[in-house]
């Protein structure tokens, strides 16, 4: 169990990894109250400087080992391509330091597995960044399941859509290297299933439960000469379809896809069980779900329930610090998620489910 965090003053904070999403882990940790962000690390010096230098921050690193050297810091958040993760978050956590970590957690069940006992052994909170907790319907939904408000889950609907292969509107996939290694496995990237796939997978398993098989079908479009734009090989996948049978016999539907023009970044879950449904569609609100339960069954009647605003994962990772009082999702629910992948990668190899064990 962590120790808990004694000292009142504040937390101190590095980011290691200072590209897009940096972004979105500064103006967060900007927002929670108790902590300080005084480090950035990059590997590329213009980043660096520049993300530094939007966020006030005052000390700009090359290397984690180099900002290790320094004893004052508390946490790190690490924000490099995935293929990183691993030897950042042991180095980090060797050094005692509390970690939050983006998603996936690594690249494999093995990685991922070894980065939650390192976690363990050096009893540091270890949160992974499952943007999607933020989200308060999710939060809500998970709790009116455990409550049994929908029964026992029958029936599971989840998919995340982007569009970005076809619409420019978060830049050109074919010209932007923050891009193009998202689409080449020899640069890190599992493809559409380990970047977001990754998030539909918490999301339908954190409400509805664990996975007992799961079946893949993953699928890879040629998109441009040969395959290839300068360096990268474009082999990952695009598209990804599973289906899957949970502990407790329901089934689900689970897919993502880069090529859905139209949904820009779109999330869908329904979940059905013995006395009702629950359903999240966030290009309708992020804030609000839907229920169908008692008498609303009878006329296909749906209740559109705002959610309460629920604390977000950097108010979690902070407070986790100061209480030692570990919040999910840690590292281990990180490894959960990536057995699935893991299984997900087998099945679509194999042609055949595979078991969850
Ligand atoms: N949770 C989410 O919703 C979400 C959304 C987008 C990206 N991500 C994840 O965030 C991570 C970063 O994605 P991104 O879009 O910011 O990528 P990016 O390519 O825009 O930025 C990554 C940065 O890391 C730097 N870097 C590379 N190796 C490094 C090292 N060894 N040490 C220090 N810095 C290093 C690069 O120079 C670059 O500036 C990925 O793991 C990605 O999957 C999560």
Request: aromatic share 8%.
């Amino acid at each position: 169990m962590p120790k808990a965090k004694t000292k009142t003053s504040a937390i101190k904070v590095a980011i290691i990894g200072t590209g897009g999403m940096a972004n979105w882990h500064a103006r967060y940790f900007k927002a929670t109250r108790g902590c300080r962000l005084v480090a950035g690390v990059d590997t590329s010096a213009e980043r660096l400087r520049k993300f530094t230098e939007a966020y006030a921050i005052p000390q700009a690193y090359s290397s984690t080992t180099e900002l290790l050297a320094r004893s004052d810091i508390d946490a790190v958040a690490i924000v490099t391509p995935d293929p990183y993760h691993k030897a950042i978050a042991l180095e980090c956590l060797a050094a005692g330091k509390h970690v939050l970590c983006e998603k996936p957690l690594a690249l494999h069940y093995p990685d991922a597995k070894a980065m939650a006992d390192a976690a363990k052994k050096a009893g540091v909170i270890n949160m992974v960044h499952f943007t999607y907790r933020n989200w308060a319907p999710f939060q809500k939904i998970a709790d009116l399941i455990q409550k049994g408000k929908i029964g026992e889950v029958r029936h599971v609907e989840a998919s995340y859509h982007q569009a970005w292969l076809v619409s420019k509107q978060w830049g050109d996939w074919r010209t932007s290297d923050n891009w193009l290694w998202r689409l080449s496995s020899e640069h890190g990237s599992k493809g559409t299933l380990g970047d977001v796939g990754v998030h539909i997978l918490d999301f339908a398993t954190y409400p509805a439960g664990k996975i007992k098989e799961i079946y893949c079908q993953l699928k890879t479009f040629k998109k441009a000469p040969r395959n290839r734009i300068g360096k990268y090989k474009l082999d990952a996948n695009d598209s990804a379809i599973i289906t899957v049978e949970f502990a407790n016999g329901a089934l689900g539907s689970i897919q993502t896809t880069r090529w859905m023009t139209g949904h820009l970044n779109r999330i869908f879950l329904k979940i059905a069980g013995t006395k009702g449904s629950v359903c999240f569609d966030s290009q309708l609100s992020e804030s609000a779900y839907k229920i169908c339960t008692g008498a609303d069954i009878e006329t296909d009647t749906w209740k559109t329930v705002e959610a309460k605003a629920t604390p977000h994962l950097h108010q979690r990772f902070i407070k986790s610090i100061r209480t030692g009082i570990q919040d999910q999702p840690d590292f281990a629910r990180g490894a959960e998620i990536q057995k699935l992948l893991d299984a997900s990668f087998k099945s679509d190899e194999q042609r055949k489910p595979v078991r969850i064990r």
